[in-house]
Every structure is written in structure tokens, then in C-alpha cells.
């Protein structure tokens, strides 16, 4: 599994977490369902709710266009995730790694640094 850490954005978003994929060569189709995880405090009205934090996960499905699908087949560099977060119009600052065997993940990736 694995995780792309965000740049800020409007909608909120933070993390994208991809569950699974499901990948035909042959069809040459990419099919991933992934969870969008938002930061309650950056898209609250911090001045009526001032204590929200938290996550909410919302559960999402995406499926590669052709170009998308070449992108990634012709490119190993380049990770499923990376191309699912700039189809849905968004920047991934970092990439991360679940390890299965100790349930943590640790970043593979560091892309588009932006300071702060």
C-alpha cells in the first residue's frame, strides 16, 4: 500500500492512501480504489469551530485514461500513485511505503519540496 503526502490545496485534501490496484497489460487499463484523507482543521471556519481537528476518509475509485496508462507502463520510475494524484489535479510532496511487517510506513519519495 502506499500513501502521497499533499502540497496544500483547496479542497482540503492531505493524504491519498491506494488500497489496491487492479492492472490488465493486456487491456492496458489501471483500476485503483484509494481513500482521500481530509484535515478537518485546514478546511473548518476556524472562527466557529476553533477545536475541529481530525481526519475524514473518503472512499474514491479512479481509473487510468490510455495516456495515463503509458505514462506509467513506459516510465517504471515512476509510481502508480504519483500519476493517480496528478490526474486528480493535485501535488504529492513525499511518497510513502507500508511495510508489512511492522504496520508503519516510511517514505520512498520526495517530490515538489515547497516552502513554506
Not at 487491456?27 to 473548518?44: F, G, L, P, Q, W
Not at 476518509?57 to 490510455?66: D, G, I, L, R, V
Amino acid at each position: 500500500m502506499f500513501k502521497a503526502i499533499l502540497a496544500s490545496n483547496k479542497r482540503g485534501i492531505s493524504e491519498i492512501e491506494m488500497n489496491y490496484d487492479n492492472i490488465s497489460e493486456t487491456r492496458k487499463t489501471i483500476n485503483v480504489s484509494y481513500n482521500e484523507k481530509i484535515d478537518i482543521s485546514k478546511i473548518a471556519d476556524s472562527k466557529k469551530y476553533p477545536d475541529a481537528t481530525g481526519f475524514a476518509t473518503s472512499p474514491k475509485s479512479w481509473e487510468a485514461n490510455q495516456t495515463e496508462f503509458q505514462n506509467w507502463y513506459n516510465q517504471p520510475e515512476i509510481l502508480l500513485i504519483e500519476i493517480l494524484v496528478t490526474s486528480l489535479g493535485l501535488v504529492a510532496t513525499e511518497i510513502q511505503q507500508l511495510d508489512p511487517q511492522t504496520s508503519n510506513y516510511s517514505t520512498i519519495k520526495l517530490l515538489n519540496q515547497v516552502e513554506a
